[in-house]
């Protein structure tokens, strides 16, 4: 069956529409630094004012633990959001409780509100299924259909992602249907040779979805936050960098996998590792074999790919034909850090090939080093998400939604 798209859900005039959007944002001291995801869910919030509709935003933002936590408030969303629509948009300081009641009932026909972080509430993550269905009926209560549209969370199965979609007529908004149509080119017999590119520190997530990559592309480049694991399972030292060390068996594994099917894992042979976490750091560049032989000894932290690293990588991807890239190369935020992400997007430019960088914190990286979305063949809102539809997994966002 296919998506069920924004017009299977009819006129909307009138209507209250409850739309999930991805407005996972990097924030600094409460200012987006990248706003690049509510610029995303702007055509489909349109659209629905267009028709007035009466809109009901939700989203989450990070990953408070079922209460409220002040640096993981939607409100600087909210604002960000009206500004982008040219339109007032009201907030609603709790996301089930009397503020979103309010803010519900206030609305007249084309006008939008945002409720709180979902994820201040238990019931979103919740395991147990009928916690996260008891959540997602409170928020039915504010709508009349549901809009699904936060592309970068549909791999999760939250009450606001999947329990939502089947209590109200539900549908895909333009979002997850533009994602959905360049990410298929991906799956379905993509140009050879295709590379993928993983890095950045959501580790155990990104670990999880490498094997299922072997089948479908010719070689992976590995940096970020996970090459610590790869080089101790190799039987090398990482000094304090970023490891998961129960994930050590699982990547030997994966290595002789690779080699089996003649998948080409390219590790980094360099790496900047620096004394601490910060700008003002001392750093030095180090083989990736010996991480702890710098005057930092143990305590040192590998923060980014080192520049033979990354020349090898820019070539890889430059004579590639079709590029994913997802997680960025290094702590990029941190300038000097930045060097190994930005050969690579800069070599991600420079390819004839279809170059889809996917995840908040990648398109926030090139970005954020100057790079414009015009030079990358797609820049796509999900990172975890369109990783785990790449490796051809059912998600259950978009399962709830019709697709197959
Ligand atoms: N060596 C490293 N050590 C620690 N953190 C790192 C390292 N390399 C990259 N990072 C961090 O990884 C973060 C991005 O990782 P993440 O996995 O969230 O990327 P993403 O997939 O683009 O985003 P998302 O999954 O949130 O859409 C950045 O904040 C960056 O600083
Ligand atoms: O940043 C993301 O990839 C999405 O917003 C999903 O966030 P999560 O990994 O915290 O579920």
Redesign the pocket.
């Known amino acids: 069956m296919p998506l069920r798209t924004l017009e299977s859900l009819g006129s909307l005039a009138g209507k209250r529409v409850v739309v999930r959007c991805d407005l ?1 944002v990097p924030l600094k001291d409460g200012v987006i630094t990248d706003d690049g995801r509510v610029r995303a869910s702007v055509p489909t919030l349109k659209t629905l004012i267009d028709q007035g509709a009466r809109v009901v935003v939700v989203s989450h933002l990070g990953r408070p633990d079922g209460a409220p936590e002040a640096k993981y408030s939607l409100a600087p969303v909210a604002k960000r959001l009206s500004e982008l629509l040219g339109t007032d948009v009201a907030f609603a300081t709790d996301t089930v409780g009397q503020a979103a009641t309010d803010a519900v009932s206030n609305l007249s026909d084309g006008q939008v509100a945002v409720l709180e972080n979902l994820r201040f509430n238990p019931g979103e993550t919740s395991k147990v299924e009928a916690e996260r269905t008891e959540f997602a009926e409170k928020i039915a209560q504010f709508g009349d259909a549901f809009v699904s549209d936060g592309f ?1 969370v549909v791999h999760r199965k939250q009450a606001s992602v999947y329990e939502l979609a089947k209590l109200l007529p539900s549908a895909a908004g333009k979002l997850i249907s533009a994602e959905l149509t360049v990410l298929d080119r991906l799956t379905e017999s993509p140009e050879r040779p295709y590379t993928v590119v993983l ?4 580790v155990s997530d ?1 670990l999880g979805v490498i094997g299922h990559l072997f089948p479908r592309v010719n070689t992976l480049l590995i940096g ?2 996970m090459l610590f694991t790869f080089l101790a399972a190799q039987g090398h030292k990482v000094g304090a ?2 490891l998961e060390e129960d994930q050590i068996d699982t990547v030997k594994n994966y290595l002789a996998e690779a080699e089996k099917l003649g998948v080409e894992i390219i590790l980094p042979t360099d790496v900047v590792v620096a004394s601490k976490f910060g700008a003002d750091a001392e750093h030095v560049i180090q083989p990736a074999d010996a991480i702890e032989d710098t005057a930092f000894g143990a305590s040192g932290l ?3 790919i080192g520049p033979e690293t990354a020349e090898r990588f820019a070539g890889v991807i430059r004579s590639s034909k079709t590029v994913f890239w ?8 941190l300038a000097p850090f930045a060097a190994g992400t930005k050969t690579v997007a800069q070599a991600l430019t420079e390819t004839d090939g279809l170059s889809v960088v ?6 926030a990286a090139v970005r954020a080093l100057g790079f414009e979305d015009s030079q990358f063949g797609h820049i796509s809102t ?3 998400a369109s990783l785990e539809f790449l490796e051809g997994k059912r998600l259950p966002g978009l399962e709830v939604l019709g697709w197959q």
């Open positions: 996972n970068g890095g950045g520190s959501k990104k970020g936050g960098s970023l590998g923060l980014d997802n997680g960025p190369m290094g702590v990029f935020e996917g995840g908040g914190d990648s398109a999900g990172g975890g």
